[in-house]
């Protein structure tokens, strides 16, 4: 059994800045791919940014330059730096764990609204 748990998220005004954290707990040999998805209303979930085999980082064209993911696969854990926010990041935003042999897996997801 794997369980993700995340924090952060809220509302913040356009330009600002927030932080998400997901750490992992569980049956965890090797991560794979560990990051964030996000997902607004009426429209699919994307990928934000992910680390592959917590040494390469993967980012969305548009957040590009504004959000920062780092992890530490000792630790099983992994932060999304976002700054420069805008309305168009909105979303949930959701914590993605990819497990060498056992399969994929979701947070239950947190609310990001940037909003004046």
């Known amino acids: 059994q794997v369980h993700l748990v995340e924090s952060g998220g809220g509302l913040v005004q356009p330009g600002g800045s927030l932080g998400l954290s997901c750490a992992a707990s569980?049956?965890?040999?090797?991560?794979?791919?560990m990051g964030w998805y996000r997902q607004a209303p009426g429209k699919q979930r994307d990928l934000v940014a992910v680390m592959i085999a917590g040494l390469t980082a993967n980012y969305a064209d548009s957040v590009k330059g504004r959000f920062t993911i780092s992890g530490d696969n000792a630790k099983n854990t992994v932060h999304l730096q976002m700054n420069s926010l805008k309305a168009e990041d909105s979303a949930v935003y959701y914590c993605?764990?990819?497990?060498?042999?056992?399969?994929?897996?979701w947070g239950q997801g947190t609310q990001v609204t940037v909003s004046s």
């Open positions: 993605y764990l990819k497990i060498g042999g056992l399969g994929s897996y």
């Open positions: 569980g049956s965890i040999r090797r991560i794979d791919v």
